[in-house]
């Protein structure tokens, strides 16, 4: 139970350390490449990732570290789905014109569904994983977060622009 109490300002130490490293780039006098933006998203959508995957699930010190190495591992699955899927559903959408070859129309359709099969087996052990860290109710507090996050952080990021967008504006006056 004395490990809960940790976790909380472990949250806040991470969003603190996510915001401080983007900082200077948010008040910076010269331009920020295109680069650097990217860099600064995805380092401030990670550690946002974070903070609300510990807010939501309120994990021990010991279940900290094995979640978010599954969480991780989980989110790069889907990553590489999406971009597998992504090109073998170009491909289908191409070959649906175009039915002049029933055997390359046949492999792109068993491709697209190896695919799905081998990302739904995947995510399923991913998920046992993880499962067997978490107690039932957080493994219900898990779920719910893994089906609303990507929304929360959404909104959280068009917040912070907007908020970036108003100070740029107060700067310049």
């Keep these: 139970m004395k490990s809960k109490r940790y976790i909380i300002p472990l949250a806040l130490i991470l969003l603190v350390v996510g915001i401080v490293v983007m900082l200077p780039y948010l008040r910076a006098e010269r331009p920020v490449t295109e680069p650097e933006k990217a860099q600064i998203s995805s380092e401030l959508i990670e550690a946002l990732k974070i903070w609300k995957l510990i807010h939501a699930v309120s994990p021990t010190t010991?279940?900290?570290v094995p979640?978010?190495?599954?969480?991780?591992?989980?989110?790069?699955l889907k990553k590489i789905y999406r971009q597998n899927h992504r090109q073998i559903y170009d491909q289908l959408k191409r070959l649906q014109d175009d039915m002049r070859d029933v055997d390359v129309s046949q492999k792109v359709l068993d491709d697209y569904r190896q695919i799905e099969e081998q990302f739904i087996h995947q995510r399923r052990e991913i998920k046992s994983e993880i499962n067997k860290i978490l107690t039932v109710d957080q493994q219900m507090k898990f779920e719910v977060f893994s089906f609303t996050y990507r929304r929360d952080l959404r909104k959280t990021m068009q917040l912070l622009l907007s908020l970036q967008k108003v100070d740029v504006k107060s700067q310049s006056k």
Aim: hydrophobic share 45%.
């Design 62 to 64: 010991e279940q900290l």
């Design 67 to 76: 979640l978010l190495a599954k969480f991780n591992e989980l989110e790069e």
